[in-house]
């Protein structure tokens, strides 16, 4: 029953907050008039209303109300009865750290397979692999676990971003990284690059967006994957 | 008592590995014929034993032997015999786990507090701060806590980078980044651009190589020292 947009990146170079999405968003959230934001990978520190005000206003051009979770006094059950949820981008550990600390990772994990439709941008994407030891954040908090929600059955590196052969800085890419990743862990990462997303509805998951993705699995040569592609037996 | 080279990198681009950095270090290890070598950070997943031959044929330019932690039955009492120690780079979270694993990490502080020249690159250098938290790893594998050595009462950014204005990349700035861990810790940051090393002796706190440093404190704006600062009263 899962419905979800996750989504390399809230916002593509030289165009508004969201504003690739909005008519993919529209078809997503067409049932909901009320979204319920979770602010909490806090992007530069930005406050958790701040961080909901400049959501709503994005929203509000599909028509959307937009509630931030922090409003709630109880957060749990505002993600039980949310018509739609919106996990923004910012700090995966920040974001993975405060839904521990809620306990909120296994309501939103049920809420978003019982269908509840559910926007991820980023840190919000991230979270819906099976771990964020893919992630390309700094490790500003120490979460209880790197355990994601697990809404897809792979890990999910967002802003993927292919090696610069020109570059004259020594520090590893993210493709080295992930061969990393895969001396530890065994799960199949994708890397979406900005501009690519997943749509996943009930059981299918398919890649959108007018770019490829880079598939990698453990033991296996990287490759690419059209838009469109079919990934459900990715796991 | 300390005597340490705390460095960006090991490797400058167009230059062998260590090569900037060889006559320094004859001077750091003038007392030392053998070298014991951490090879924990496994950069790219390469072997100990690898890695381990990697770093030997650097130290033969300086009539250093090399051996690595991973040869010795007990690696604590290696360490505490170490005449001199090196912590390569690599992935910093792999590095910890492994450090915490084997439960070095007090044995490591209180043998480079005595006096044991100590070398660090990259991931090396990370765990000479207070935490790794501010790494620019892959979170690949989940360590037992972010807390390091505190060998320099501060935190280590190496590898910085600075923001660039051509980039169409959405992902974060090491700035921003580092802007978001002073949203939840107080120390002070050093950003090591590549290139770039702290000399520690004893209370003395340098900053060498060629470039400026970029010093990141909470509530204050990011301000550069020159080659040659001290650093000591930096906490």
């Known amino acids: 029953m899962k419905n979800m947009?996750?989504?390399s990146t809230s916002t593509l170079h030289g165009s508004g907050y969201l504003e690739?999405?909005?008519?993919?968003?529209?078809m997503l959230f067409k049932d909901s008039s009320e979204?319920?934001?979770i602010p909490y990978a806090r992007p530069s520190g930005i406050s958790h209303d701040d961080y909901t005000e400049k959501v709503s206003e994005a929203f509000l051009k599909i028509n959307k109300q937009v509630k931030g979770i922090q409003t709630f006094e109880n957060p749990l059950t505002a993600i039980k009865n949310a018509e739609a949820i919106f996990v923004g981008g910012g700090n995966t550990f920040v974001l993975l750290y405060q839904l521990y600390k809620n306990n909120l990772i296994p309501v939103l994990k049920e809420t978003v397979n019982n269908g509840t439709p559910y926007l991820g941008t980023s840190a919000?994407?991230?979270?819906?692999?099976?771990t964020?030891?893919?992630t390309n954040d700094m490790p500003v908090v120490y979460p209880p676990s790197f355990n994601a929600t697990g809404l897809v059955p792979f890990n999910i590196n967002p802003h993927y971003l292919d090696p610069d052969s020109n570059s004259r800085h020594m520090g590893e890419t993210k493709e080295t990284r992930i061969k990393e990743f895969h001396h530890f862990n065994t799960q199949p990462v994708i890397g979406l690059r900005e501009g690519s997303w997943l749509h996943v509805k009930n059981n299918s998951i398919i890649l959108k967006g007018n770019l490829t993705a880079r598939i990698f699995e453990q033991n296996k040569a990287a490759y690419?994957?059209?838009?469109?592609?079919?990934?459900?037996?990715?796991?």
Chains 1, 2 share one sequence.
């Not at 690739?20 to 529209?26: R, S």
């Not at 690419?224 to 796991?235: A, H, I, P, R, Y």
């Open 124 to 130: 919000g994407s991230n979270i819906c692999g099976l």
């Open 132 to 134: 964020i030891k893919t």
């Open 5 to 7: 947009i996750i989504a």
């Open 20 to 26: 690739y999405l909005l008519d993919d968003l529209a």
């Open 224 to 235: 690419e994957v059209v838009s469109g592609t079919e990934l459900n037996t990715l796991k």
């Open 35 to 37: 979204i319920l934001f």
